[in-house]
């Protein structure tokens, strides 16, 4: 089943370093969001990326980036990590104008 | 602003009694709704969604919701509770125009049933 991969799946940094996590979309998706879900809370919308550019972004600072793939894959990238970036980081998939997201298992986040 | 609440940080049901997760929502317009249910140390997974139509949505493993448009609720349904049952479960929803296509999510429930 070509599902959402995330990798990878934990990962430790310090603080002040930066950070790439990738997500490869399920097969048949053209359209790649990244949440964030930090201990306790709900997902928050950090950006989304269609046709190798961002569409949308939510209420976080450009430390935050970016980028999809011509084959639709995409990564995150964290710049200068701080210690409340530690979180669990989920993609979903979905078509542009569709009505169904997939999401991955997600990539834990620790910042020391 | 547009904002998801779940009312309830945790529901307690026993085995086999039917349960109910409260959502509403504060999003204009005539959005799309989704029900996510996430055990640990998982991504989230589809349990079912409201788009238009019929307001009794059926989803997976016995679940269903209500849409009510009148008081801006969907709550999550089952009639007979499973400890398996035992999660997080997350509201969505996803407003329409404004080319939006992102999800916004309640803080999320934790449902526990005792065996």
């Known amino acids: 089943d070509a599902g959402v991969t995330q990798s990878p799946t934990h990962l430790i940094k310090t603080r002040g370093q930066q950070v790439t996590l990738r997500c490869s979309p399920k097969?048949?998706?053209?359209?790649v969001s990244w949440y964030q879900q930090a201990l306790g809370q709900g997902p928050q919308f950090i950006f989304q990326?269609?046709?190798?550019?961002?569409?949308q972004r939510g209420n976080f600072p450009d430390r935050f980036s970016g980028h999809q793939f011509p084959n639709y894959s995409s990564e995150l990238n964290v710049n200068a990590l701080l210690l409340g970036d530690s979180a669990l980081y989920l993609c979903?998939?979905?078509?542009?104008?569709?009505?169904?997201?997939?999401f991955g298992s997600g990539t834990r986040l620790t910042v020391v | 602003a547009q904002s998801v609440a779940q009312p309830e940080d945790q529901v307690n049901v026993a085995e086999g009694n039917p349960l109910t997760v409260k959502c509403t929502y504060s999003?204009?317009?005539?959005?799309?709704l989704f029900w996510y249910v996430q055990y640990p140390n998982r991504g989230l997974q589809f349990l079912l969604k409201?788009?238009?139509?019929?307001?009794l949505v059926k989803g997976s493993y016995g679940f269903e919701a209500e849409f009510n448009k009148s008081q801006t609720s969907f709550h999550l349904k089952k009639p007979s509770a499973l400890v398996s049952d035992s999660a997080l479960y997350f509201c969505?929803?996803?407003?329409?125009?404004?080319?939006?296509?992102?999800?916004?999510f309640g803080a999320g429930t934790r449902l526990a049933v005792h065996p």
């Open positions: 979903a998939s979905s078509l542009v104008a569709g009505a169904g997201y997939t």
């Open positions: 097969s048949g998706h053209d359209t």
């Open positions: 990326y269609y046709e190798e550019e961002e569409r």
């Open positions: 999003v204009s317009g005539n959005p799309y």
């Open positions: 409201y788009i238009t139509g019929d307001n």
């Open positions: 969505a929803v996803r407003p329409l125009g404004g080319g939006y296509n992102k999800l916004i």
